[in-house]
């Protein structure tokens, strides 16, 4: 009986025989790398953060006027072998790597940039979960697209012939530096042929975002996958090896604005303590009257800023909105915020300045330090002590997951009181992907049957019962704030980091959705709902003015009750909202006031988003209050 080796060497004998008269030209391998790179660039603009009704149309277009043909051209240069195992491994990489663009863009309705490959590990945690809503026909696209690779470098190699030595050999590689030139040449002109506004002298969004990088699903939408991993190699590179280091566009833009007075809000709260609660996911669409009653009434009792604003910066959501909250500072797109600024100096973070009026100063989470590098960024942001539940908790079998577990546990607890004067900051997690019947539903559905699933389809409805558990949470802190005797001289801070991006659908007002409740809660204070537009970059400035805690003109951000600030928001992407108009990319979206914008007022509020952005990642790059440090 013949081996297994032996069958095969027959076959092979046979096959090579029946086909030793077939010769493909030697052009032949450009079409088949074209072919595979154009059909790995079609799947994803088919998957990859899908605008409503987007046509095939505009996605063919999108892969024509990429750089597959350059890239086409290069492989091709190459000899028959060495340009098989190029092409294989590229093809088999952007594969891969388009996979890890779609389940991210699945959870977080974004793309990553490069970087937040360290801070990869949060999303490993729910990959099941996102690998249940991605489509069958994609699964079947992608094995289809691996296979006729592998049958593309087999055919290459078996039936390709080389050009000739000689003229054709020649005529191969001019002809292929010329389209490759010429194709290189067009895609590094796309974005200055697709946009015909230069009036600001930086060309439109499109153009600007290309040079500069900073939204990633913009850039995205406006290629595709092949350009938007040239752009962010190439960003990433310039960002962090050569990294701007003027400091003047910073010094002109603190003084052309008008300095900070006093106002009515101006230190109402010197003295007394802070409890901010960074509340996990959730939106306006989880708090109800049904299961979050705590979260309503203190809304209602205290400063609510209804129109607040949680814009998204960088490659993280919570860990971004912590920074922010933190420094004032937004995190630029394309550097890894959890390990780049670790040796930066921010004198006017915020527990650094409650520091120095004598306050404890620490941060409360159930995830491990290393988790967003918290334990040495909050270190570097000015907390004492980054708390981990199950290192100070007395009950160490507990779900540390479930929020309250900080005012029940009495090691927490005790720790969160323990100072005369204290700051902390506490991030919930109870209200967090993924919503299913797991043990935080359960737990949830035990304390409140009323909120019970009927429907297994139905995430809302469990996002709104894991909900609830945040909402124990806060209720249980006022109660026993309240019992111990510290309520009155306690202010308690809830802002929610982002939207619930898992149960957001795309739409021409993606922004819109970063709407989030942001109020202050503290006994006895005359309730009041602020109407101006507002945003995370103002909530540490607004903190400065009501603790008293020096000056309000060290931060990008505006204090909300500055009687000069207009209020306004703006986006990752340079979209801004105020209270007349919500803008992207010079063009009115919304129009809350009736009355048709002047153009140049359109322009100056898109020149503020730019020099806004330009000054926030200029202060972080440059480290530019490092001089404070030494004093």
């Not at 510290?486 to 809830?494: G, K």
Request: charged fraction near 20%; glycine fraction near 4%; aromatic fraction near 14%.
């Amino acid at each position: 009986m013949s081996s297994a080796k032996e069958r095969f060497d027959d076959l092979n004998r046979r096959l090579t025989e029946a086909t030793k008269d077939i010769t493909f030209k030697s052009y032949f391998p450009a079409l088949l790398f074209f072919l595979t790179f154009g059909l790995i660039d079609l799947l994803y603009c088919q998957s990859i953060l899908i605008m409503p009704n987007f046509p095939v149309e505009q996605s063919i277009q999108r892969m024509i006027m990429s750089n597959i043909i350059a890239l086409s051209s290069l492989v091709f240069m190459f000899r028959k072998k060495p340009s098989v195992i190029i092409y294989s491994v590229i093809s088999v990489f952007m594969l891969c790597y388009g996979f890890a663009q779609l389940c991210y863009s699945n959870a977080d309705n974004t793309l990553f940039r490069l970087n937040a490959i360290f801070s990869a590990g949060e999303g490993v945690k729910y990959l099941s979960d996102i690998l249940k809503n991605i489509p069958i026909s994609t699964y079947v696209y992608f094995v289809v697209i691996l296979i006729l690779t592998a049958l593309s470098a087999f055919l290459i190699l078996r039936f390709s012939a080389e050009p000739e030595k000689g003229v054709p050999r020649k005529f191969k590689y001019i002809t292929n530096s010329v389209v490759f030139v010429c194709s290189a040449a067009f895609v590094a002109a796309l974005p200055y042929i697709k946009t015909s506004d230069f009036e600001d002298g930086n060309g439109s969004f499109t153009a600007y975002n290309y040079r500069n990088f900073v939204s990633a699903d913009s850039l995205y939408r406006d290629n595709d996958i092949f350009i938007y991993l040239q752009r962010d190699i190439i960003c990433t590179i310039k960002q962090s090896v050569f990294p701007s280091d003027n400091t003047e566009m910073i010094a002109e833009y603190f003084s052309e604005r008008a300095p900070h007075e006093d106002n009515d809000k101006t230190g109402i709260f010197k003295g007394k303590n802070l409890i901010v609660v960074q509340m996990e996911s959730l939106d306006y669409s989880g708090i109800s009257e049904k299961n979050c009653p705590n979260l309503v009434r203190f809304m209602n009792e205290g400063i609510n800023f209804e129109n607040f604003y949680s814009s998204r910066f960088g490659d993280t959501f919570t860990f971004g909105t912590e920074m922010t909250v933190n420094t004032g500072l937004f995190a630029p797109s394309g550097a890894s915020v959890t390990n780049a600024y670790e040796d930066n100096a921010f004198p006017y973070s915020l527990p650094n300045l409650f520091r120095a009026k004598g306050y404890s100063a620490n941060e409360f989470h159930f995830n491990t330090p290393d988790f967003y590098n918290r334990g040495v960024m909050h270190k570097t942001f000015g907390f004492e002590n980054y708390i981990r539940y199950e290192d100070y908790a007395e009950n160490k079998a507990q779900n540390f997951e479930i929020d309250d577990t900080v005012v029940t546990d009495d090691g927490l607890y005790n720790k969160l009181t323990e100072s005369e004067h204290f700051l902390d900051y506490i991030v919930t997690y109870s209200a967090h992907v993924p919503y299913s019947e797991n043990e935080l539903y359960l737990e949830a559905i035990r304390r409140h049957p009323q909120l019970a699933v009927s429907d297994s389809q139905d995430e809302m409805a469990y996002f709104r019962a894991q909900a609830s558990l945040t909402d124990d949470m806060a209720g249980a802190l006022v109660s026993r704030l309240e019992e111990d005797g510290l309520l009155d001289d306690t202010v308690i801070l809830f802002v929610t980091d982002h939207y619930c991006s898992d149960l957001v659908e795309h739409s021409d007002q993606d922004e819109l959705v970063s709407n989030t409740p942001c109020f202050i809660y503290a006994k006895g204070i005359e309730p009041e709902t602020v109407e101006k537009v507002c945003g995370t970059a103002d909530i540490l400035p607004t903190i400065v003015n009501l603790f008293g805690l020096g000056s309000v003109d060290n931060y990008p951000g505006h204090d909300i009750f500055d009687d000069n600030y207009e209020g306004y928001v703006y986006f990752q992407n340079l979209a801004w909202i105020n209270s007349d108009y919500f803008c992207r990319n010079g063009s009115i979206i919304e129009n809350y006031c009736g009355s048709e914008p002047d153009k140049d007022y359109i322009n100056s509020m898109d020149e503020l988003a730019k020099k806004r952005m330009e000054v926030n990642n200029r202060i972080l790059f440059t480290d530019y209050y490092a001089e404070e440090k030494s004093e």
